[in-house]
């Protein structure tokens, strides 16, 4: 089975967390865009939580029923989000917590081996978030709701620490199907 991640959701997430200028993400239109009709076809018996299962153009992928970013609209199956395979490489031959370097768009940007945030995910290399989204919890505890605004958007989230815990708390999104 071969897996693939809608870009529809996890776009804000990986845009906050890998610091590049010119992200897709934040060049969308105001808020998410849709899920694909096929994915919403994939919970339309479900619950939220629910796990499902979503053809789309050709591949098969496991995932949750989750509501839509906004809140509105009806379930969809958001497959769990994977890493770019360049961040899986640069880990490929090193263990949880070890400093690594990944290449995105010509640019390389030093950071920690992870397995994201449920320490269940592929083994990735994980740049440190942006100085707006550190900034944003620097008076604020773990946990604490807090407001990012990075390329002229605003966004809400959680004060969070990295997966290993080394790095500072900054604002992260809210966790799709969470």
């Known amino acids: 089975?071969?897996?693939?991640?809608?870009?529809?959701?996890?776009?804000?997430?990986?845009?906050?967390?890998?610091?590049f200028g010119g992200n897709a993400a934040?060049?969308?239109p105001e808020g998410p865009p849709e899920p694909p009709a096929?994915?919403?076809?994939?919970?339309?018996?479900?619950?939220?939580?629910?796990?499902?299962t979503v053809s789309f153009q050709g591949q098969t992928v496991t995932g949750?029923?989750?509501?839509?970013?906004?809140g509105d609209g009806p379930l969809a199956c958001l497959p769990p989000p994977r890493p770019p395979q360049e961040a899986i490489s640069a880990c490929a031959d090193k263990?949880?917590?070890?400093t690594c370097t990944v290449s995105f768009h010509g640019r390389s940007v030093?950071?920690?081996?992870?397995?994201?945030?449920?320490?269940q995910e592929t083994l990735?290399?994980?740049?440190?978030?942006?100085?707006e989204a550190v900034q944003a919890c620097a008076s604020l505890s773990e946990g604490a709701a807090c407001t990012l605004s990075?390329?002229?958007?605003?966004?809400?989230?959680?004060?969070r620490n990295s997966p290993s815990g080394k790095g500072p708390l900054a604002c992260a999104p809210p966790r799709p199907g969470r």
Not at 38 to 52: F, N, Q, V
Not at 64 to 70: A, G, I, L, Q, S
Request: net charge neutral; glycine share 10%; proline share 11%.
């Open 1 to 19: 089975m071969t897996q693939r991640s809608f870009p529809t959701f996890t776009g804000v997430a990986l845009a906050l967390t890998i610091p």
């Open 26 to 28: 934040f060049a969308q």
């Open 38 to 52: 096929e994915a919403i076809s994939a919970c339309a018996s479900l619950s939220e939580g629910a796990t499902c």
């Open 64 to 70: 949750k029923c989750v509501k839509h970013p906004d």
């Open 95 to 98: 263990k949880n917590g070890d």
């Open 110 to 119: 030093q950071g920690e081996c992870a397995k994201g945030p449920d320490g």
């Open 124 to 131: 990735a290399c994980q740049p440190p978030p942006p100085a």
């Open 150 to 159: 990075h390329h002229g958007r605003s966004h809400t989230g959680t004060c």
